[in-house]
């Protein structure tokens, strides 16, 4: 494949853009070599400026479930953009998804819009500190609830109370009243909550993570996580930004039957546009002004072409029972169909997969948690998104992403994707 274009519009970007893009993953960073660049994407494919088409399975990193420029979506936006791009003042359109968001996901009563994930997950831990008047959070090392302060806490070894920031600009104070557990870890939260008795307002999990490769949680985990909240006071939050309108019409509390207080979205609910939303009963969203004391607010939030889009999708998953099936049918020939080549070339591999989420660790042990998957061969990873990127199959740059398998995608997409796999398995033994 030829990327001359693109490696000149990088080259061009870099001059204008911090390394050239505008979210760090897209620069390859984790993987080497140059990004290439999009210049339209239709179905399952994406094409891209030197001519090369991709089968795409990164889905804009979740939001493209159905398929790229899909038609519902496309044409509630065009309407839309005809009557105007933002007004700042109600519209109809924002109680429509709203109602429909609340009648798809158990457990919550209202819903409040936003523009992004990180801005859902940050309003979320905010509203549970006004809510129960405690400063502290806890939140799991490997976990990404987006880029607010709060979160960029890295872990230490496994038992650290106080998390240290991350990033320079997140400072000590902030760093403070984060703390980490691992995930799968359910005696390491309780520890945590008894050293920190009645300081605790939450638990921010992402339910099934996405953010370090896919992990499945254990028998018993997120159950544990409800009893233990439900005991000490906490609020559970649970970040469904990856995972909410995907692995199910009601994401994972539906799919695994696990009720959180506070429930946050990105991606799938805004249909491709940028939205976020954070949900929960009544009582506890009824602290959100105007009704309540805890501050949150927007210029553009519930965007008249950003509900449109998102309403669009959700009214089509919300009529197509079949679409989750499918989807996790395919995702499932996928994981089978890989995990038979590397086996048959004797690669050690350890693959996850709930639903639509799948993601190959090179790692022989079961992957769990965040050290369990940073103990995978990160130069096999290289080799292999490289090798597969070359044979037209576009994998998440990062062995820390998830795959997001799209509905566009046809079972001849999934056996070229395995036949390009055979052909460089080769390659990745050494
Ligand atoms: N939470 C999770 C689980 C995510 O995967 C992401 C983004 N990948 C975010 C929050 C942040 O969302 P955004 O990038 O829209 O701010």
Not at 89 to 106: G, H, R, S, W
Not at 375 to 389: D, I, Q
């Amino acid at each position: 494949m030829i990327y001359k274009r693109s490696s000149a519009l990088f080259k061009e970007a870099q001059k204008y853009i911090p390394g050239g893009v505008n979210s760090p993953v897209r620069a390859f960073n984790a993987v080497g070599g140059e990004p290439i660049y999009v210049k339209e994407a239709k179905g399952a494919y994406l094409y891209d400026e030197d001519g090369n088409k991709l089968i795409d399975y990164i889905a804009s990193w979740g939001p493209m479930i159905l398929g790229h420029a899909y038609q519902p979506v496309v044409d509630a936006v065009i309407e839309k953009t005809k009557k105007g791009t933002s007004y700042g003042i109600p519209t109809e359109i924002e109680t429509q998804i709203a109602k429909l968001a609340v009648e798809m996901v158990p457990g919550i009563d209202k819903i409040r819009f936003v523009n992004s994930g990180t801005e859902a997950c940050m309003s979320a831990v905010r509203l549970a500190r006004g809510f129960t008047g405690k400063d502290k959070i806890i939140k799991f090392a490997g976990c990404y609830h987006g880029h607010s302060d709060s979160f960029l806490i890295q872990a230490g070894s496994g038992a650290v109370t106080f998390g240290a920031p991350n990033s320079p600009g997140v400072t000590k104070g902030t760093a403070k009243d984060t703390l980490l557990a691992n995930y799968n870890d359910l005696a390491g939260v309780k520890k945590l909550i008894e050293a920190n008795q009645g300081e605790i307002a939450c638990i921010i999990i992402e339910p099934v993570p996405g953010n370090m490769g896919c992990i499945i949680p254990k028998e018993g985990f997120l159950e544990g996580l409800r009893e233990l909240c439900h005991q000490h006071s906490i609020l559970l939050i649970f970040d469904e930004v990856m995972t909410g309108f995907r692995l199910a019409k009601g994401g994972v509390q539906e799919l695994l039957d696990v009720q959180a207080d506070i429930v946050t979205f990105g991606k799938v609910v805004g249909g491709g546009l940028p939205v976020g939303a954070f949900a929960a009963r009544e009582e506890i969203m009824n602290h959100l002004a105007p009704e309540g004391p805890v501050y949150q607010a927007g210029t553009l939030s519930g965007n008249p072409l950003a509900m449109a889009a998102g309403l669009a999708m959700l009214q089509s998953l919300n009529e197509n029972n079949e679409v989750f099936k499918s989807l996790a049918d395919k995702t499932k020939y996928l994981h089978e169909g890989i995990a038979k080549v590397l086996t048959a070339h004797e690669i050690p591999h350890s693959i996850n997969r709930l639903g639509s989420m799948v993601s190959v660790h090179f790692n022989e042990d079961p992957v769990v948690d965040f050290d369990s998957a940073a103990k995978a061969n990160n130069e096999t990873f290289k080799k292999y998104f490289h090798g597969m990127l070359k044979r037209g199959v576009y994998l998440p740059p990062s062995a820390f992403e998830s795959y997001f398998l799209n509905d566009a995608l046809s079972y001849a997409d999934l056996d070229f994707t395995i036949q390009a796999l055979n052909d460089l398995a080769p390659e990745l033994k050494n």
